[in-house]
């Protein structure tokens, strides 16, 4: 029911930054989350940073705690990414979704991704 269109990848030297965004179209509960996912070339799909969409609670993945921020802006129906220190384990194809905030394993909309790569 929710359309997710993602931007602002791109190639990165190691230790640089990148904003990704991620427009929302559609209603999208104040109790759900907003997220985002990265899958890496071989890897299964991972979360990386969730935040409520009504409030200011956020969660981060260990391996990217203290280097990425999660944020939104609700009035114009986006969700960021900034991700500074990049690191080449970073590189991946990076998805924005909707899902519950107790889990990771609850998501209702995907989008289609952006791909973020981070060279050495």
């Known amino acids: 029911h929710v359309q997710l269109v993602e931007s602002g990848g791109g190639s990165v030297q190691a230790g640089g930054s990148l904003k990704l965004s991620c427009a929302r179209y559609?209603?999208?509960?104040?109790?759900?989350?907003m997220g985002w996912f990265r899958q890496a070339p071989g890897k299964e799909r991972e979360g990386v940073a969730r935040i409520v969409v009504g409030g200011a609670d956020t969660y981060y993945s260990d391996s990217v705690k203290g280097r990425f921020t999660i944020s939104q802006d609700n009035a114009k129906n986006t969700v960021y990414l900034q991700m500074n220190s990049l690191k080449p384990e970073d590189t991946a194809m990076y998805y924005c979704a909707v899902l519950r905030c107790g889990s990771w394993a609850l998501v209702t909309d995907w989008g289609q991704g952006t791909q973020v790569t981070v060279s050495p």
């Open positions: 559609g209603y999208v509960s104040r109790t759900s989350c």
